[in-house]
């Protein structure tokens, strides 16, 4: 069975988001942070493929870090100056190299910023 599961853990003024990942071959996907808004579409924040360099978002770029652990098959976020507009669920997701589609879901995280 497929899973992801997304969890948070808050460290002083950083939040880093993880998603575990299992049942399926972790090292041939891409793996991917999404996020949607309330009354906005879902947008790709950051994805990195194995061995390959992250790609960001530019709305996110110099503040959010992505970062894939592939022996735990966990996929990283660290959230760092966070703004009201960064207040979204949070999902991890996964697609096969070469594939369009993203084909797996987590069940996504709330993340809520104040002013």
């Known amino acids: 069975e497929v899973q992801l599961v997304e969890s948070s853990v808050q460290a002083g003024g950083s939040l880093r988001l993880s998603c575990a990942a299992s049942g399926f071959p972790y090292a041939d996907y891409i793996v991917a942070w999404f996020r949607q808004a309330p009354e906005k579409e879902r947008e790709i924040i950051a994805s990195?493929?194995?061995?390959?360099?992250?790609t960001y978002a530019d709305s996110v770029k110099g503040r959010f870090t992505v970062a894939r652990e592939n022996i735990k098959k966990t996929l990283y976020l660290w959230l760092n100056n966070l703004k009201p507009e960064d207040t979204a669920m949070y999902y991890c997701a996964a697609r096969r190299d070469g594939a369009g589609e993203y084909q797996y879901w987590g069940q996504g995280i709330q993340v809520t910023v104040s002013s």
């Open positions: 990195v493929g194995f061995g390959a360099k992250p």
